[in-house]
């Protein structure tokens, strides 16, 4: 799956057949990443049976039974804290995280665009082999910068592993009451934490929310988003069967077959359409709900005629 996945993201994120300009990382090329590393350290550290079962660790079994994962994961945050904010980068200094460019920060930070997350990229991709166009080129006038780097794939597995823990929640309590006040808590910690790294400011604090650095607060905060988000679902689909899921519930048949066909008809239309000489948020709001809605229905017509593609 890591392989196929990864071929795949290498396929979908190169339109230019030149090997010297060969994008190395993409999206999902870090999920292939994230996958591989979740599926190495479940394999290697998990239990073989659920040793708390009738102890006093019961409640929380799901955490206490994977101790060696928590740890591993905690490792992980803190690999990335230390490369974040302790790598020297060259002309840049230490825990600089903003955009950098020719506009950016005045000028001062130049070629320093992500600070650490940017220059081990720079330095083991090269600058050829990275997304050339990132969202920060147009408005801070930065070069080349991927937003799904080596750095930020560190914190992509353990947004994974977080994951991981609320399919645990639902192997390991089997009633909705216990299922329901896990996820819960986790996603009030979860986010409460990403919150306060933030400084519950839209750009601030200790750590900014960025998905472009995938921040420590960003994945919190999205890991806590999932859990509320999940516990709602299963609330009104599982326990009160108000709603079956539909019609979101046919993409996720075939996910990758409609991220790849999406990723490949964007910008043509019918799935994308612009008017240049009205472009605003609501012609782009249309083009966007017009193109999901087609993606949908041919997901649904795939449902129905028993077509699924699988990795």
């Given at each position: 799956?890591?392989?196929?996945?990864?071929?795949?993201?290498?396929?979908?994120?190169?339109?230019?057949?030149?090997?010297?300009?060969?994008?190395?990382?993409?999206?999902?090329?870090?999920?292939?990443?994230?996958?591989?590393?979740?599926?190495?350290?479940?394999?290697?550290?998990?239990?073989?049976?659920?040793?708390?079962?009738?102890?006093?660790?019961?409640?929380?079994?799901?955490?206490?039974?994977?101790?060696?994962?928590?740890?591993?994961?905690?490792?992980?945050?803190?690999?990335?804290?230390?490369?974040?904010?302790?790598?020297?980068?060259?002309?840049?200094?230490?825990?600089?995280?903003?955009?950098?460019?020719?506009?950016?920060?005045?000028?001062?930070?130049?070629?320093?665009?992500?600070?650490?997350?940017?220059?081990?990229?720079?330095?083991?991709?090269?600058?050829?082999?990275?997304?050339?166009?990132?969202?920060?080129?147009?408005?801070?006038?930065?070069?080349?910068?991927?937003?799904?780097?080596?750095?930020?794939?560190?914190?992509?597995?353990?947004?994974?592993?977080?994951?991981?823990?609320?399919?645990?929640?639902?192997?390991?309590?089997?009633?909705?009451?216990?299922?329901?006040?896990?996820?819960?808590?986790?996603?009030?910690?979860?986010?409460?934490?990403?919150?306060?790294?933030?400084?519950?400011?839209?750009?601030?604090?200790?750590?900014?929310?960025?998905?472009?650095?995938?921040?420590?607060?960003?994945?919190?905060?999205?890991?806590?988003?999932?859990?509320?988000?999940?516990?709602?679902?299963?609330?009104?689909?599982?326990?009160?069967?108000l709603w079956m899921g539909g019609p979101f519930v046919y993409p996720g048949m075939n996910s990758i077959l409609v991220y790849v066909?999406?990723?490949?008809?964007?910008?043509?239309?019918?799935?994308?359409?612009?008017?240049?000489?009205?472009?605003?948020?609501?012609?782009?709001?249309?083009?966007?709900?017009?193109?999901?809605?087609?993606?949908?229905?041919?997901?649904?017509?795939?449902?129905?005629?028993?077509?699924?593609?699988?990795?």
């Open positions: 799956r890591f392989l196929i996945l990864f071929c795949l993201g290498i396929i979908i994120s190169n339109d230019d057949p030149n090997l010297s300009k060969l994008r190395i990382p993409g999206v999902l090329q870090r999920l292939a990443a994230s996958y591989l590393a979740i599926s190495v350290m479940h394999l290697s550290l998990a239990p073989k049976r659920d040793r708390n079962a009738d102890k006093v660790f019961a409640p929380v079994r799901e955490i206490v039974n994977h101790w060696a994962e928590w740890l591993v994961a905690l490792l992980l945050v803190a690999l990335w804290t230390c490369l974040t904010f302790s790598l020297r980068v060259p002309h840049c200094g230490r825990g600089y995280l903003g955009p950098g460019g020719s506009y950016g920060d005045e000028g001062n930070y130049s070629n320093c665009t992500g600070g650490a997350a940017g220059y081990i990229d720079r330095l083991i991709f090269q600058p050829d082999h990275i997304y050339p166009h990132p969202t920060c080129m147009k408005l801070y006038g930065t070069g080349h910068y991927d937003p799904e780097g080596i750095l930020g794939t560190v914190t992509s597995i353990v947004l994974a592993f977080l994951g991981m823990h609320a399919g645990r929640v639902f192997l390991t309590h089997r009633e909705d009451r216990p299922r329901l006040k896990r996820l819960l808590l986790a996603g009030l910690l979860t986010g409460a934490l990403g919150t306060a790294l933030a400084g519950a400011k839209q750009n601030g604090g200790l750590i900014p929310i960025n998905k472009n650095l995938w921040s420590l607060s960003y994945i919190l905060v999205m890991a806590g988003t999932g859990y509320l988000l999940l516990s709602l679902c299963y609330f009104v689909i599982d326990v009160k069967k066909g999406h990723e490949l008809c964007d910008g043509h239309f019918p799935f994308a359409y612009s008017w240049p000489d009205e472009a605003n948020h609501a012609n782009a709001l249309a083009s966007s709900l017009i193109g999901t809605t087609l993606w949908v229905s041919i997901a649904y017509y795939l449902y129905i005629i028993d077509f699924f593609v699988k990795v």
